[in-house]
């Protein structure tokens, strides 16, 4: 009886990747496009919760990396980011890619931020000012807990999280990415590769990140912020509301690229996904195509 091979599991275009290690932190593993052009602004890519930056922005790589060098990091506990033996704090993750930026002796960069990302550059800016050239946001929020629901929504989360812990199997990984990606979805080729990267996460720590952001509140300091700033706004997103996000563009003054899409438009909509983050990220460098 003739053995059956497993077919070769489809990998998007990826970035090159390198492990940079961070004197006091570890080792993180980094993708890191040089642009040829020396002049060329570097892009550092800050993922959303639960995922990482592979899995937030490969959509987008090529076409960033045409015209830019990129900085992609995976954050605390996601991907194949740190593993400390402490608490999460979005505070340290900023402290992390503020870090990598250094090793990697990148002066200055634009923040691109996606969802979690979102907060995480606004500490970036905050806590490291001189390596901000400009940010650019996205499906974010200024605040995560200003109204009952909200809280109770993610009381409820934290509550349940040692069940999704248990049940975070590779088959329910997989069914969820066929009800948001379904067959014949010019991404479907790459879901077992996704299932993959998915399961690199620590899940006691993607707990303790939501934990985190529903925390996190910016309208403190927000407005302060005094570098070119652009936000791609998911118009059809049921997890970060339109409206949440149009506060923070308004606090910090940023032009807005509107996106037609949910919150996993960067899956669902790779192609606009990748052509509002490049017309955003014009925008804040002066670098319009």
């Given at each position: 009886?003739?053995?059956?091979?497993?077919?070769?599991?489809?990998?998007?275009?990826?970035?090159?990747g390198r492990v940079v290690h961070l004197p006091g932190r570890g080792e993180i593993f980094v993708r890191h496009h040089i642009h040829?052009?020396?002049?060329?602004?570097?892009?550092?890519?800050?993922?959303?919760?639960?995922?990482?930056?592979?899995?937030?922005?490969?959509?987008?790589?090529?076409?960033?990396?045409?015209?830019?060098?990129?900085?992609?990091?995976?954050?605390?506990?996601?991907?194949?980011?740190?593993?400390?033996?402490?608490?999460?704090?979005?505070?340290?993750?900023?402290?992390?890619?503020?870090?990598?930026?250094?090793?990697?002796?990148?002066?200055?960069?634009?923040?691109?931020?996606?969802?979690?990302?979102?907060?995480?550059?606004?500490?970036?800016?905050?806590?490291?000012?001189?390596?901000?050239?400009?940010?650019?946001?996205?499906?974010?929020?200024?605040?995560?807990?200003?109204?009952?629901?909200?809280?109770?929504?993610?009381?409820?989360?934290?509550?349940?999280?040692?069940?999704?812990?248990?049940?975070?199997?590779?088959?329910?990984?997989?069914?969820?990415?066929?009800?948001?990606?379904?067959?014949?979805?010019?991404?479907?080729?790459?879901?077992?590769?996704?299932?993959?990267?998915?399961?690199?996460?620590?899940?006691?720590?993607?707990?303790?990140?939501?934990?985190?952001?529903?925390?996190?509140?910016?309208?403190?300091?927000?407005?302060?912020?005094?570098?070119?700033?652009?936000?791609?706004?998911?118009?059809?997103?049921?997890?970060?509301?339109?409206?949440?996000?149009?506060?923070?563009?308004?606090?910090?003054?940023?032009?807005?690229?509107?996106?037609?899409?949910?919150?996993?438009?960067?899956?669902?909509?790779?192609?606009?996904?990748?052509?509002?983050?490049?017309?955003?990220?014009?925008?804040?460098?002066?670098?319009?195509?």
């Amino acid at each position: 009886m003739p053995l059956r091979i497993a077919s070769a599991l489809e990998i998007p275009p990826l970035l090159p990747g390198r492990v940079v290690h961070l004197p006091g932190r570890g080792e993180i593993f980094v993708r890191h496009h040089i642009h040829r052009d020396p002049e060329a602004p570097t892009l550092l890519l800050l993922h959303g919760w639960t995922a990482s930056s592979d899995l937030q922005f490969f959509t987008a790589y090529e076409e960033l990396a045409q015209d830019f060098s990129v900085i992609g990091v995976d954050h605390r506990g996601h991907g194949r980011g740190l593993r400390p033996n402490q608490p999460f704090s979005l505070e340290d993750c900023a402290d992390d890619a503020a870090d990598v930026v250094r090793a990697l002796g990148v002066g200055s960069v634009t923040t691109v931020g996606y969802s979690m990302g979102g907060p995480i550059s606004l500490l970036f800016w905050k806590r490291h000012p001189e390596l901000v050239d400009g940010m650019v946001l996205q499906a974010t929020a200024l605040e995560w807990n200003a109204t009952r629901s909200e809280r109770a929504r993610w009381r409820v989360g934290h509550v349940l999280g040692p069940v999704f812990r248990q049940v975070s199997t590779p088959r329910l990984i997989r069914f969820g990415l066929r009800k948001a990606i379904p067959r014949g979805h010019e991404l479907s080729r790459f879901i077992p590769w996704i299932v993959g990267e998915v399961r690199r996460n620590d899940q006691w720590m993607i707990s303790e990140a939501g934990r985190a952001i529903s925390r996190f509140d910016a309208r403190s300091f927000a407005r302060d912020i005094d570098v070119p700033t652009a936000f791609v706004l998911t118009t059809h997103d049921r997890l970060v509301p339109p409206h949440k996000q149009k506060a923070l563009a308004e606090a910090v003054r940023a032009e807005v690229v509107h996106l037609e899409g949910d919150h996993l438009a960067p899956m669902q909509m790779p192609r606009e996904f990748a052509a509002a983050t490049r017309r955003a990220v014009g925008v804040v460098t002066n670098r319009p195509r």
